[in-house]
């Protein structure tokens, strides 16, 4: 069975992500109407899922039923001006981005089904952690259609506004800070003599277990740590520690509303 229409406001990474993810599940839609100032994203974005409709103008996206505002935030304020008279009063409109809150949105809009999430990229393999939060005046039928088109993306949860950019820092942004490293990994098993499939293998498994242990062991991480006694980049530690410290730090001051 069919469901509502989409429009997406932005055809970027994270439109992508979504996108994929509705695809594995075979999820069918009236339509997915997707606008991008740039023509190649939408070039690409059509190749990649000829289902989609390509609008000529960011109205034409934002008059559907359900509009994703997939944009960076400097973008957000400006093409809520210019959708605020073509998103219909029912429509649920749910923005992807950090900093712009629940309350500027609703300035530029008549609808009162407004929620923000901060989406995940394992949403691509529908394995997303993607915190939700809605407006106080959402309508009850709204939220829980929301709930279920968001559960396809994988886990979605409800959390309080304030709490939204530190999900940004810790979950949607945190694979960043590790595959480059992992990537570096998989290109030593060659010289090392392993196969492809032993490295990957090799890591992906260890890294599940490792996370399990830290985790779920009962240990404190000064244990689990201590567990391994040799520290081949040990020396680096402390600079590594800084590095959190300053450049998360930072950046989450930055996009904090």
Do not use: C
């Not at 890294?207 to 689990?224: D, P, R, T």
């Amino acid at each position: 069975m069919k469901t509502n229409s989409l429009g997406f406001v932005g055809g970027g990474r994270i439109t992508k992500i979504f996108l994929q993810a509705f695809a594995n599940k075979k999820v069918e839609f009236k339509s997915i109407i997707v606008f991008d100032t740039n023509a190649d994203v939408l070039v690409a974005l059509k190749k990649q899922f000829p289902d989609i409709v390509v609008a000529k103008t960011v109205e034409q996206a934002a008059q559907q039923q359900t509009i994703f505002i997939a944009l960076h935030p400097p973008m957000i304020m400006e093409s809520l001006d210019k959708i605020a008279d073509v998103v219909s009063a029912n429509a649920l409109v749910i923005s992807l981005a950090p900093k712009i809150t629940l309350e500027k949105i609703a300035s530029k809009l008549k609808t009162p089904n407004i929620a923000r999430l901060i989406p995940n990229a394992t949403s691509y393999i529908n394995e997303g952690y993607n915190p939700v939060t809605f407006g106080d005046h959402f309508e009850p039928k709204v939220k829980s259609d929301a709930l279920l088109l968001l559960q396809l993306l994988g886990t979605t949860f409800e959390v309080d506004e304030p709490k939204l950019e530190a999900f940004a820092i810790l979950s949607a942004m945190l694979p960043t800070y590790f595959w480059f490293q992992w990537e570096e990994l998989t290109n030593l098993g060659e010289p090392m003599g392993l196969t492809t499939e032993e490295t990957n293998e090799a890591i992906q498994q260890t890294l599940l277990a490792a996370l399990k242990l830290y985790f779920e062991s009962g240990l404190s991480s000064k244990q689990v740590i201590d567990l391994i006694p040799v520290k081949p980049i040990g020396e680096h530690q402390q600079q590594i520690a800084e590095f959190y410290q300053s450049k998360l730090m930072g950046l989450f001051e930055k996009i904090k509303p």
